[in-house]
């Protein structure tokens, strides 16, 4: 059973800064599918950047991208999420998703994934 954990959530006023890591109970570095999703309260969850590990392309939601940056250090089984200029409408639940499964650079259902963390509570304020 694949355990995952998230941290690095927070409350952060409009344009600040926020470092998510989610920590993986298995290695990361040997055909993985890996990724952060967000919900918001009466919204779908949303898939905003994944990375099929090793070597593969990262995507990002358009809503995202260039201010959120996605890594993943396999010495440490950890997935980072690095998210800049945030805005109040990334206020979320941010979840980590994993399947091993190759994945391409395109947006993923929730139902791709078979393993999840509980989730990271980010918030924005304006």
């Known amino acids: 059973q694949v355990q995952l954990v998230e941290s690095g959530g927070g409350s952060v006023q409009a344009g600040g800064s926020l470092r998510l890591s989610c920590a993986a109970s298995v290695s990361t570095d040997s055909g993985y599918c890996m990724g952060w999703f967000r919900q918001a309260p009466g919204k779908e969850r949303e898939d905003i950047a994944h990375?099929?590990?090793?070597?593969?392309?990262?995507y990002y939601a358009d809503s995202v991208k260039g201010r959120f940056t996605l890594s993943l250090n396999n010495a440490k089984n950890t997935l980072y999420l690095q998210l800049n200029s945030l805005k109040p409408e990334d206020t979320a639940m941010y979840y980590c998703a994993q399947r091993r499964a190759v994945c391409s650079a395109s947006r993923l259902s929730p139902a791709f994934f078979r393993y999840w963390g509980r989730g990271t509570q980010v918030t924005v304020s304006s």
């Open positions: 990375v099929s590990s090793p070597g593969g392309e990262i």
